[in-house]
């Protein structure tokens, strides 16, 4: 399969769902082009062959009546000012030309709607005031819509402009008309309001009121909407403002200060108290604890030292640290986490895409209806008044903003906020396999275990092999010593647990390392030998039979002496994590290459009843697929390499980001934090924006369904359409701004 690109574009004029859904179908008619568009954060994710360019692509975009331009790398928002329509953001001038926009059209509509309605306000000659204040407010308040209608026309398309602009226009012609040809501009005429079509003559009806509130409404609920969205995508911003501006740098031994983007791999940086680790790297000199809770959530600091590593955007709590850049710009975890939650909140859920589909056919039916209504009261012998009133109601009402927000604006949400709890949702496709799945495999070690081993257990032989004077602190302390010396792991978890129980050891005079087995040497005027039975067997030195994993034999002096028990430590939350687990009915299995025994003690000891133990790296996937093959819905967990395969073939594959990029990679979430808690965080955040996008989409359906009848059955009163059609679009984004609150 040849090769191809991805490209991002950032889409411009766009003003609805059916605008995202037309630049969509263009450019998926290009050969080699898949692409989606997603009209809440104004972006098209493009995937093309190498022979088909940029440039193309944009032109594509531009043939189509919008603008298209490839964003430029992402910036930290620059300090509040002037507006402040978003907490913590900067002046928007899109954002303040639209409410600038509304505030005009508000307060010259207000007069006018006043006067319509409450006909005791009617003073001789009021219709013409009503005009000369409504006529600035249909033409400069609703320019965004016909500005917009008027280029689609242009490309042979309709949009939801197409129906607002119609409906506002020929309310304000119909109202010209009355007031220059017919009666309604005489003086001393009387206009009474109904919520329902007028049935009143003709040549006296204006529908002045009908033209500005419902353009001030839709700009109010465009407001509204465009505030809202800026607030969902806060968290993504909120991620690249954690890094830092500034470095000090060391050159030739001196600190010197420059910006973030002139660093470079191998580049040496010193992070004092309360600074911001720049980028990236490992510590090459000094110790401090690290405050990462804006990037994981998790809210105790780190305490690291020489060789440890550091993540960029963690702050520097209390010594200070010379770092070794090991990561730079796109290729540090800072940006893939922002590009995974970019990726996620510019993809589409299937239940989006039936909302396109709907959209997309939905404008032309309704102007079908509309006309078909206008027709029907005529031939019942209504009045044109009525006729015209039906017939405006049903443009304005149909316009589908709520069902092209449904999706998107919860997704921006949802992902947004599983940023902030360092929770990385993949795709929108992620959310379908939350709802469905119903085990959740869990890797041991690194994932249930801490994946470091541990001195767990001391034991001196008694009986026969008893020594008579050797006690738990002098096994422990001979042998330490010996391990001390060594860099197996198991050695060195040996000379930790030594060290902390005992403090200093003593220095072997004479050290062997036997590969395999173990190691030997002379301390403290003893013949020491440490290591597994095979290794005693062979210096001719008895062992009692000993059963499970991790255990360490010890003997000096041609006699055994006792062993040590080294193993792989529970997470303290794991247990609480595979409760978390089970309460959302999830069946968990414990899935490791480790030894039954040791399996089976950690699945007892967190609470997991299923356990698969003694099974290769590369057999991890084919047990994916028995589970699979026995109609279960398999979410897996995991942190390392050989859980990659394994993570892909899962419906639904969770990595702790503490793990492997290669895991990382070939999952769906990423868990920032190595607290399986947050696996259980992660199904609960994806299973509640699931059901948010189905509640917005249950309710744009659903008004839509049944508000058009009424309009076309004459029930409503087009300004009343025009709010509700507003408001039902501040509804959805509104309940999805709910996802904000999750914990």
Known sequence: MPSTTVTELRIGGMTCASCAARVEKKLNRMDGVTATVNYATEKARVEHAPEVGVDTLIATVVKTGYTAEEPPPPEPEPAPAGDTDVPGGGADPALASLRQRLAVSAVLSAPVVLLAMVPALQFDHWQWLSLTLAAPVVVWGGLPFHRATWSNLRHGAATMDTLVSLGTLAAFGWSLWALFLGDAGTAGMRHGFDLTADRAEAASAIYLEVAAGVVTFLLLGRWLEARAKRK?????????????????????????????????????????????????????????????????????????????????????????????????????????????????????????????????????????????????????????????????????????????????????????????????????????????????????????????????????????????????????????????????????????????????????????????????????????????????????????????????????????????????????????AVARLRALGLRPVLLTGDHRAAAEAVAAEVGIDEVIAEVLPEEKAGVIRRLRAEGRTVAMVGDGVNDAAALATADLGLAMGTGTDAAIEASDLTLVRGDLRVAADAIRLSRRTLATIKGNLAWAFGYNVAALPLAAAGLLNPMIAGLAMAFSSVFVVTHSLRLRRFT
């Not at 947004?416 to 041991?444: H, N, W, Y």
């Not at 001196?460 to 330490?480: F, H, I, K, P, Q």
């Not at 006699?559 to 609480?576: F, H, I, P, Q, Y």
Request: net charge negative; aromatic share 2%.
């Open 232 to 576: 969902a995508g806060a968290a993504l911003r909120a991620l690249m403002d954690l890094g830092a501006k500034d470095v000090a740098v060391l050159r030739d031994g001196t600190e010197v200060r420059v910006p973030v983007t002139a660093l470079r791999t191998g580049d040496l940086f010193v992070v004092r108290p309360g600074e911001k680790v720049a980028t990236d790297g490992t510590v090459t000199e000094g110790a401090s604890a690290v405050d990462a809770s804006l990037l994981t959530g998790e809210s105790l600091p780190v305490d690291v030292t020489a060789g440890d590593p550091v993540t960029g955007g963690c702050v520097n709590v209390s010594g200070r640290l010379v770092v070794e850049a090991t990561g730079v710009g796109d290729g540090t975890r800072l940006a893939r986490m922002a590009r995974m939650v970019e990726e996620a909140q510019s993809g589409k859920a299937r239940v989006q895409r039936l909302a396109d589909r709907v959209s997309a056919v939905f404008v032309p039916s309704v102007l079908l209806v509309a006309l078909g209504t206008l027709g029907f009261w005529l031939g019942t012998g209504q009045g044109a008044a009525a006729a015209f009133t039906a017939a405006v109601a049903v443009l304005i009402i149909a316009c589908p903003c709520a069902l092209g927000l449904a999706t998107p604006t919860a997704l921006l949400v949802g992902t947004g906020r599983g940023a902030q709890l360092g929770i990385l949702i993949k795709g929108p496709e992620v959310l379908e396999s939350t709802r469905r799945v119903d085990t959740v495999v869990l890797d041991k070690t690194g994932t249930v275990t801490t994946g470091r081993m541990e001195l767990t257990g001391v034991r001196v032989y008694g009986g026969r092999y008893g020594t008579g004077g050797t006690d738990e602190a002098e096994l422990l302390r001979l042998a330490g010593a010996l391990e001390h010396a060594s860099e197996h792991p198991v050695a060195r978890a040996v000379a930790a647990g030594a060290v902390a129980r005992l403090g200093e050891l003593p220095v072997p005079k004479t050290f062997e390392n036997v590969p395999g087995l173990g190691v030997r040497g002379s301390v403290d005027g003893h013949l020491v030998v440490v290591g597994r039975a095979a290794l005693l067997a062979a210096e001719e030195i008895e062992v009692p039979e000993t059963a499970g994993p991790g255990v360490v034999h010890v003997a000096w002096d041609g006699r055994a002496r006792g062993t040590l028990t080294v193993a792989d430590t529970v997470k303290e939350t794991s247990a609480e």
